[in-house]
Nanobody, 124 residues
Framework: QVQLVESGGGLVQAGGSLRLSCAAS??????????MGWFRQAPGKEREFVAA????????HYADSVKGRFTISRDNAKNTVYLQMNSLRPEDTAVYYC???????????????WGQGTQVTVSS
């Protein structure tokens, strides 16, 4: 059974940093075959796209709201994808979800497989 397990969330002051991790597990599952990405959902709001990275790590794509502050990366050998979040703002407060998709260009539609999420709270 495939699992995506997010970690690294927590409470941080505005201007601070956090690094989220998403570890994939499953007997035959390797993230190297997939584009990976992050979404987030704030209370009372719809889930929104944050960042995506293609299978090799060469191509990335970000939501305008996080561009220049967040960096997505991956380590296929460790079956893990990361989201480095700098200059955090209170509006970044949300549950952050990891996802995978076979198609990098369709990942931001949110059709892929989801993890359980990790809470990020940014205080002002």
């Amino acid at each position: 059974q495939v699992q995506l397990v997010e970690s690294g969330g927590g409470l941080v002051q505005a201007g601070g940093s956090l690094r989220l991790s998403c570890a994939a597990s499953g007997r035959t599952f390797s993230i190297s075959s997939y584009a990976m990405g992050w979404f987030r959902q704030a209370p009372g709001k719809e889930r929104e796209f944050v960042a995506a990275i293609n299978w090799s790590g060469v191509s990335t794509h970000y939501a305008d709201s996080v561009k220049g502050r967040f960096t997505i990366s991956r380590d296929n050998a460790k079956n893990t994808v990361y989201l480095q979040m700098n200059s955090l703002r209170p509006e970044d407060t949300a549950v952050y979800y990891c996802t995978r998709d076979a198609d990098f260009y369709k990942l931001k539609t949110g059709r892929g497989y989801w993890g359980q999420g990790t809470q990020v709270t940014v205080s002002s």
